[in-house]
């Protein structure tokens, strides 16, 4: 038998989840034409990631749904977040770590592509600090780049709510009454029941599902 001693983050971020999964939580599911979102990227002037393009498209739909931007506060208030700070979910040397982007709504998506650069650069060696991680409002992770077709991922607290994408698939689709091949991706969207009702949410991801197969339309 092999112990391995926890470290102390490994320590923190245990107490978070079992903190966070005493939330009710429950998940929206929508599949996205990725058509659009493709053509969008090859047209950009500079390359960026699919997970950059999400992040900026969620950011966005945020900002016409506060209430996705709140948080439950011990039973007594909603705290809604004046500033929207997106997490996102990275594989680093000292694990599963969230850096975040400030007011990613406020910023073009070439702002937003540097950031993601920065912390590519930080993932690998692993030297994020405590201001890197703090703060975020709501949180982006993909795992499109893995052969995951969907899958549910658990909202951080004081969060309540996380987007989580799978892989691009290539799939038989109907257009202008015709069988053709295109690519679809499955995103969920995990709620804490506490604060987003099913109405609302279904909204949020439907209007999410809208901007990302309009892009630049």
Known sequence: MIEKKLSPLAKSMGK??????????FTHFSV????????????????????????????????????MNSSWDDGTKIIQNENINM???????RGLLVP???????????????????????????????????????????LGMFNIHAFSAIVSSPNSAIISAGKMEEVPMVKDGEIVIGKTMTIALNMDHRVIDGATGAKFLTALAERLETLNE
């Open 100 to 142: 975040v982007i400030r007011d990613a709504d406020k910023l073009p998506l070439e702002e937003i592509h540097r950031c993601m650069g920065d912390i590519k650069n930080k993932s690998g060696k692993g030297n994020f600090n405590m201001n890197d991680l703090n703060g975020g409002t709501f949180v982006v992770s993909n």
């Open 87 to 93: 997490g996102v979910a990275v594989d680093t040397k």
């Open 16 to 25: 978070q989840m079992v903190k966070s999964w005493e939330a009710p939580q």
């Open 32 to 67: 996205i034409n990725c058509e659009q979102m493709i053509a969008y990227r090859k047209s950009l002037p500079f390359k960026v990631s699919y997970t950059t393009i999400l992040i900026k498209a969620v950011a966005d739909t945020i900002a016409e749904f506060p209430i």
